[in-house]
Nanobody
Framework: QVQLVESGGGLVQPGGSLRLSCAASGIIFSRFSMGWFRQAPGKERELVAIITSGDSTNYADSVKGRFTISRDNAKNTVYLQMNSLKPEDTAVYYC????????????WGQGTQVTVSS
């Protein structure tokens, strides 16, 4: 059974930082691309950042230079370091695991709330 468990969300003031973690089980973690997505109220889910099995990364323009995605294959965990947070970063953040070649191996976590407010 595949599980992706996010943690690290919360309430932070504008300009602050948070680090999200996503612990995976039930998959061969090192073979999967891992991503962070977010969904704000009334908006569609959008890609925030992705890291491939080869450690290539890609970011949404809105978070470039502020967010950093990383992975620790020994711990089956992917991280999202979020700095210089803005109110518009407020959303539920979801972890995604996607196999590069087998489309049905596409898994989601339950989400963690990030609220940026003074």
């Amino acid at each position: 059974q595949v599980q992706l468990v996010e943690s690290g969300g919360g309430l932070v003031q504008p300009g602050g930082s948070l680090r999200l973690s996503c612990a995976a089980s039930g998959i061969i973690f090192s073979r999967f691309s891992m991503g962070w997505f977010r969904q704000a109220p009334g908006k569609e889910r959008e890609l925030v950042a992705i890291i491939t099995s080869g450690d290539s990364t890609n970011y949404a323009d809105s978070v470039k230079g502020r967010f950093t995605i990383s992975r620790d294959n020994a711990k089956n965990t992917v991280y999202l370091q979020m700095n210089s947070l803005k109110p518009e970063d407020t959303a539920v953040y979801y972890c995604n695991a996607k196999h590069p070649w087998i489309a049905r191996y596409d898994y989601w976590g339950q989400g963690t709330q990030v609220t940026v407010s003074s």
